[in-house]
């Protein structure tokens, strides 16, 4: 296949690249084959500093990049005459800088040729103030130097090699971010659902899932919806087919009820229209937070214990204190006698310098457990 006919398939490849990295992969070989060369290396870096910010190596020889970023990139006397040039315009070492410079140079005699690597053709993808992205084709020396002619036969692939890119490292963001902000759900204490317009489950945090395993009033229908244990079940269905909470609902809150244990908060919130996607499940719809009290408890337990230097025992009768328990509903959930909680808690009032359970709950409550604190007995 001549180099013409290859022109297709190339653009194919590095727009499927976009999701596919075997994809891009071969669309850059295709591109390092056009010109014979040996690799390709693709570069972000500060155009002030020479400092490489990224690099994405293909069929180049690892050792010799290392060494590049790490001392020859700030000494290549290629690069400050470079930035000369526009986007898409072909640069090689004769448009550079002189030949005799350039077989001087220490990058030239210390790392390139050494590397069998002395020639490149060169074309700027992004110029900004601060950041700049170049794709270098490296040329062997039995290959030789470039020259115009190699630039013509790549310069038409290059507005779709930044397209593709650009494309590529938004999808890449996107996912970072994803994946930051599903780290930060799954740090959380309380559990986070989110359903489709129709109800259907989209997305599950860490303690949502545990909830589910634990037969906790929640789980997930065969048809992928969400099912709650009544009255709660019903009253969401109700809520997504209105788009409303229903009358007994309006302060925006479910309870679902357990046995043996105090029952589940769950905040609905339905969340901004957004156009369907073409091929994947409905849109988001509602974004639901469950709060599990025992599971708040215990976190309010190891926050109080760290901030006022109290015993694992002693932190959870103030923990329970603060969530509204009386002295007698405490040693029954701890299974201690109302005589011990009680020297507990006087143990508490030295440790924290309070007086009164009031003051107790008020210092726990300014401090990093009172975030925790759901009294929802």
């Known amino acids: 296949m001549g180099a013409v006919e290859q022109i297709p398939h190339i653009i194919d490849d590095l727009y499927a690249g976009a999701l596919d990295e075997a994809a891009w992969r071969r669309a850059i070989a295709a591109i390092i084959n056009l010109v014979s060369g040996s690799a390709a290396l693709i570069f972000g870096f500060n155009p002030k500093t020479h400092r490489i910010l990224r690099d994405e190596n293909h069929q180049f020889d690892p050792g010799v990049l290392a060494a590049y970023r790490s001392h020859f990139a700030s000494i290549d006397i290629r690069m400050d005459p470079g930035l000369q040039f526009a986007i898409g315009d072909a640069m090689f070492e004769h448009k550079l800088v002189p030949v005799r410079d350039w077989k001087g140079s220490e990058i030239y005699n210390d790392l390139l040729l050494p590397g069998d690597s002395p020639w490149v053709l060169a074309f700027w993808l992004h110029k900004a103030p601060d950041k700049v992205v170049l794709v270098s084709i490296q040329g062997s020396r039995h290959r030789g130097p470039y020259d115009e002619s190699d630039g013509e036969r790549i310069k038409p692939l290059i507005p779709h090699l930044r397209r593709a ?92 009820p357990r046995p043996l244990m105090r029952p589940l908060s769950v905040m609905v919130t339905r969340l901004p229209d957004v156009s369907p996607s073409w091929f994947s499940s409905g849109p988001p719809g509602w974004m639901l937070l469950l709060f599990d009290p025992d599971r708040q408890l215990a976190v309010s337990t190891e926050l109080i214990a760290h901030d006022l230097g109290l015993s694992a025992r002693e932190a959870e009768v103030a923990a329970l204190l603060v969530s509204d328990y009386d002295i007698k509903a405490a040693a029954q959930r701890l299974n201690i006698s109302v005589h011990t909680t009680r020297t507990h808690l006087k143990t508490i009032f030295s440790k924290t310098g309070s007086r009164s359970q009031v003051e107790l709950i008020r210092k726990i409550s300014r401090g990093p457990a009172g975030i925790q604190v759901h009294s929802d007995r």
Do not use: Y
Not at 196 to 206: K, R
């Open 165 to 256: 890119l650009e494309i590529k490292d938004r999808l890449e963001q996107a996912h970072i971010h994803c994946d930051t902000l599903g780290r930060g759900l799954d740090s959380l204490s309380f559990a986070v659902l989110v359903l489709d317009v129709g109800g259907h489950i989209l997305e599950v945090s860490t303690v949502a899932a545990e909830l589910m395993r634990a037969d906790c009033g929640v789980r997930r229908n065969p048809d992928g919806t969400l099912w709650l244990r009544e009255p709660a079940g019903k009253a969401l269905n109700l809520w997504i087919k209105d788009r409303l909470p229903p009358a007994a609902n309006s302060d925006g809150l479910l309870h679902v």
